[in-house]
């Protein structure tokens, strides 16, 4: 028990100081280490099978919806990236340029790829001539570099990891409809995968991406209250195609443009799964990413017949979880304040009175309840607890969301509520971005999202008074 | 049959002009597409799936022997790529430079990595404390960078993707072991999964990685008769070790330095398996890593009845391997030269009359041959079927290579063969550099390999005659 209270008080509390215990959960659960490459982070092994994860959940259900992975060049010609005028001013204040190959200058600066819809245009122009060509839905994933100022592992790093998707399609409509399957995708696999409840809506104007006609999201809340963009979908409408020369011969034996969207999640996932799920104790991580879903940890040991039959136990669960089992010297105690920091979903305890009853013990990461279960149960009892855990983190999340979440029609009180609240503010606007700014100054929030489901319904801006029917969510973020 | 000839007359024939066959069919079978970014190259779906079938498998050999993944900063500071002496030296006149971050020029000078071994080395010197804490096996999968001169697809170009494993060892002796079963996993998987026979051995010291101790190689011989390196697995003995001051406390309570290791393979490997099996009908693809294994094409299919019964056998062969349907307007002739350029190993023809008969006809890519099988036995004969192709493929490429290996004892009959044959040469070599070089200048060969069973036989240095009982594999390589 010594051991374990160790363990514990290593990482600060989140009550005292949710930044730090947020830095200190990256590192003490091993998920990260820092380099002399400034502003880069080390993903390490227990904190990239986390991403390994997500990218084979991810990338399936991509793969279902038609979607083809690629692999593009990692460097842009200067060039290139300037042939789209608003694209470039979002993205060329933050991107790293190669100016040297071996000794020699380059005749023409390359930037490391800050996002990739640059290549993707030039290659589409090639290959697509004919509306036979369409639609095409490619992916890739790989590492992309911004140039920020300051850094947060997960969130907010020089270098990230991420996918990143671009299709071109024959008509406005397929594009719109591309653009909010794949925020689709996106959703699900955050509420029915990560146990994370999102907002699914669009950005407004001033928020969206760089050269984009309208950007999606979906928008989560961590525990503090602070917003955290989870993956946005972008319809570009014509422009790059327009800028680009992209076009296919129709059916009707005319030259038309092509519409094209993009959509992208990150390794800042990692980031939301540890600020909505993570507690004083350090990790809870959502079954169907954790490296380790359960952990065998056989007590007192060192008696006859303990470990074998632990192990026993173990070879059985392996076929239906991601199982270990820790038999090494260290204390029962020490291992579960380990496991518990790692955010393993389940620990099954099992000593010499448990083997007598037929029986393990077998606790949820998340809860912490125990619970006694005949070994013979086992294949249908753990299977059963692990969803059963998804929907718990979910609906956890949900009721945090639910308790920040705040209705605002006068400014003053909202001001009031921006100052003392941490949360989501609903409030109508008007749609004009003078009054975005304004709200920025005066409240120091941002507009997150405009949800799909509660646009309509009639009210007065928050900051002009102008009567209007859209709403939306405002809030800090990371 | 028009449209066949068409198909099959737009590649070079490979004894025509095997670069320019090569060239032909990477583009032809939609593997990569160029761009504006010299040298570097587009991977497309078909080539991309190919690499994703590569990753799968080995990283499942990997984790076998106990590795993990994880990701490094894609830079690497000046002064960190300099700690170690003989490593600099042979990257510094190939890395690509950054020296811009937004309008900053940077204090220090960044280099996109053209291998990792110093940012493992500098995450390892901090992570490793005690002799409980190896051995340390970390691999990762990524693009990395070096500024080539002239490039070719997949087997030269100034980016590509690979992977790079570095551990890291108590001892002399477990470092040694780590780099031979590495070596091992490669053949293993060259012969298993790709059906390319490889030599293993030792490289000389001159064709050995900069700073390592000793290299060790797959080595593979083309249809051409030229030589490629298939992956590599290095011996860093305590090198870098020393220069990192990467230590550890060993159980007599003494501080040692730990013993290293790297291995890779990247894209490359897909060169080697086009230019091994392909011929002059386009790519031949082993099933373990073809995209499609199997495409089932109707014959007559506007006859009533026939694509219904193709689609359900197609749904049977779906659940025993990749498989895809083709029902387009396309003539079968069409179809047949299209899935021939594409290597896929086997075609299912099904029309009204094998539809009657109860059967289908099945044709191998490698040889061409036909099968007649009964449709009760789809389950058992396409299975054995894509097995017999990979044996298939590896007799045909061992046979080559026995074909093209001249074994030669005097000099002047080594620079004859040399110049008029394309394959490997056995000499026996004194084992000093000049020599080396010296038969580079007269044969204009480089030596490929030093096979492990074929060491310890007594013979005279093919250059100078002085006796030895090394035995070194010479050739040209790509």
């Known amino acids: ?180 399957q794949m925020l689709g995708v996106y959703a699900d696999f955050f509420e029915e995968d990560l146990g994370i409840p999102v907002l699914k ?80 104790r350090g990790l809870v991580l959502p079954p169907a990413i954790a490296p380790v879903q359960l952990v065998v940890i056989p007590c007192a040991q060192h008696k006859p017949g303990v470990i074998e039959k632990a192990t026993e136990v173990y070879e059985r669960v392996s076929n239906i979880a991601r199982a270990k089992i820790d038999v090494s010297d260290n204390s029962p105690g020490w291992k579960y304040a380990e496991y518990e920091m790692k955010g393993i979903p389940l620990r099954l305890e099992i000593g010499p009175r448990d083997i007598e009853a037929n029986q393990c013990v077998l606790v949820r990461r998340d809860t912490l309840e125990k619970k006694v279960i005949s070994l013979d149960d086992i294949e249908t009892e753990i299977p059963a607890l692990l969803a059963d855990i998804t929907k718990g983190l979910y609906n956890k999340a949900a009721q945090n969301r639910m308790n920040r979440t705040y209705t605002e029609t006068e400014l003053d009180s909202f001001i009031e509520t921006a100052k003392t609240k941490s949360g989501y503010i609903r409030a109508h606007w008007c749609g004009c971005e003078e009054c975005e700014i304004k709200l920025k100054e005066l409240a120091d929030v941002t507009s997150r999202c405009m949800p799909f489901g509660e646009q309509g319904e009639q009210g007065k801006c928050i900051v002009c008074g102008k009567p209007t029917d859209k709403l939306v969510y405002w809030g800090k973020a990371y």
Request: charged letters at 30%.
């Open 1 to 180: 028990m010594a051991n374990e209270k160790k363990m514990v008080e290593q990482i600060t509390s989140m009550e005292e100081d949710f930044a730090k215990w947020y830095t200190d959960v990256v590192k003490k659960a091993d998920l990260i280490d820092y380099s002399s490459v400034k502003g880069c982070m080390i993903i390490r092994p227990y904190g990239y099978a986390i991403w390994e994860n997500i990218q084979r959940l991810l990338d399936a259900r991509f793969k279902k919806t038609g979607v083809e992975n690629v692999y593009m060049p990692m460097f842009i010609p200067e060039s290139l990236l300037n042939k789209e005028k608003d694209h470039v001013e979002g993205f060329a204040p933050e991107v790293a340029w190669v100016t040297h190959g071996g000794s020699e200058p380059l005749t023409e600066r390359l930037c490391v790829r800050p996002t990739s819809e640059t290549l993707f245009c030039e290659h589409y122009a090639n290959i697509i001539k004919s509306y036979r060509d369409l639609p095409k839905l490619y992916n890739q994933w790989c590492s992309v570099v911004r140039w920020e100022k300051t850094t947060r592992p997960f969130l907010r790093s020089r270098e990230f990891l991420w996918q990143e998707g671009h299709t071109m399609h024959a008509t406005a409509e397929d594009a719109e409809k591309e653009t909010l």
């Open 201 to 280: 809506g669009r950005k407004t104007d001033k928020e969206k991406f760089a050269g984009a006609e309208a950007t999606y999201t979906v928008e989560a809340l961590m525990h503090d209250g602070k917003a955290l963009q989870g993956g946005t979908s972008h319809n570009f409408g014509d422009g790059f195609a327009k800028a680009f020369d992209i076009k296919y011969l129709d059916k009707d034996n005319t030259l038309k443009y092509c519409h094209q969207t993009s959509w992208g999640v990150s390794t800042r996932i990692i980031g939301a799964i540890i600020m909505t799920h993570g507690d004083d």
